[in-house]
C-alpha cells in the first residue's frame, strides 16, 4: 500500500518521490516541486514560506536525526523491484539449467566397449559374395 503524504514539502510513495534539486523548491502547501523562477506556487504559499518552514524543520529537526532507509545507507540509489516477466524469464532459466545438469549427474551413461579377451582377434565381417542381377522373365523394355 503506498502512502500520499502532501504538506510537509514532499511527496512520499514510501520515501521521498524525487531528491531535492538545485533547479526547483518544495511547495510546503501542496508539496509541488516549483521552479526557481517563479516565487509563487498554484496554490498560493510563496518560496519566502517555504523557506521559513524549511529553517524551522531543520532546527526542529536537529535535535531528533532521523535513521536512513535502506535505500539511503546504499549510496541514496533506489532499486526498483524487478516486472514479472523478467522474474518467469529468470525462474524459467534456472529451472532449465537445474534441469540440465540432472540430466548430466543422473542420466545412462553409454555402454563402454567390450574389451576382447587375451589372444582372441575379432575376423571381422565375413566376405562379400558378389552375385549375378536377377533377370526378368520377359524382355525389358516390353513395348519394342
Known amino acids: 500500500m503506498r502512502s500520499l503524504t502532501r504538506g510537509r514539502g514532499e511527496l512520499n510513495y514510501d520515501g ?5 534539486t538545485l ?8 508539496g509541488r516541486r516549483v521552479p526557481l523562477r517563479v516565487e ?6 510563496t518560496r519566502a514560506e517555504a523557506e521559513a518552514r524549511a529553517a ?5 529537526g ?9 535505500a ?16 518467469a524469464l529468470a525462474v524459467g532459466s534456472l529451472v532449465v539449467l537445474v534441469g540440465g545438469l540432472i540430466w548430466l549427474v543422473f542420466a545412462p551413461s553409454r555402454p563402454s566397449p567390450i574389451l576382447p579377451v ?19 522373365p520377359f524382355k525389358l523394355p516390353w513395348w519394342k
Not at 536537529?62 to 535502506?70: F, G, H
Open 62 to 70: 536537529a535535535a531528533l536525526v532521523p535513521r536512513p532507509s535502506p
Open 72 to 87: 539511503e545507507a546504499a549510496g541514496g540509489r533506489h532499486v526498483p523491484p524487478l516486472p514479472t516477466d523478467v522474474k
Open 16 to 20: 521521498p518521490v524525487a531528491e531535492k
Open 118 to 136: 587375451l589372444g582372441y582377434a575379432d575376423a571381422g565381417p565375413p566376405p562379400v559374395v558378389s552375385t549375378a542381377p536377377p533377370r526378368p
Open 40 to 45: 509563487a506556487c498554484h496554490c498560493g504559499a
Open 56 to 60: 524551522e524543520a531543520r532546527t526542529a
Open 23 to 30: 533547479h526547483t523548491w518544495t511547495c510546503p502547501g501542496c
